[in-house]
């Protein structure tokens, strides 16, 4: 029930903030983590095969086998939008993505968060509107 109270409380800001479609407002997602009373992990498990879905300059979707994490940057990362240039990763352990050590495209990571399935596909339709039916 919450999931869906959410995606109400929030279609109004993220219809409005977004951009591209991958650029979503920064306080859209900063809104979602504080009303979905998201908590903080200090590190993940991480492989060579994991992903990202990028959510604008300042968060992405970090996807591994165990699940899908909420990563947030310290600070505003345009590297995740850009082809070029990219700057190597910092890690103190291979295995582990760790807040406030670690880094993504040469960003470092302020807070990552767990996701269920549902919190991340609502994180990636934030700021596309409404869908049309038939």
């Known amino acids: 029930m919450r999931c869906a109270c959410l995606i109400g409380a929030l279609a109004i800001t993220g219809a409005c903030a977004a951009t591209p479609e991958t650029n979503i407002d920064e306080q859209t997602v900063r809104d979602y983590v504080e009303v979905g009373e998201l908590d903080d992990v200090q590190h993940i498990r991480v492989s060579t095969r994991d992903s990202w879905s990028n959510l604008g300059e300042y968060f992405v979707i970090y996807k591994t086998r165990s699940g899908d994490y909420l990563v947030e940057f310290r600070r505003r990362c345009p590297e995740v939008n850009d082809a070029g240039m990219i700057p190597g990763d910092h890690r103190y352990d291979q295995n ?3 807040a406030n050590q670690d880094t993504l495209r040469g ?19 934030l700021g596309k509107g409404p869908v049309q039916g038939n």
């Open 96 to 98: 582990r993505l760790r």
């Open 107 to 125: 960003c470092r990571i302020g807070k990552i968060y767990p996701l269920t399935e549902a919190q991340a596909a609502e994180l990636r339709n």
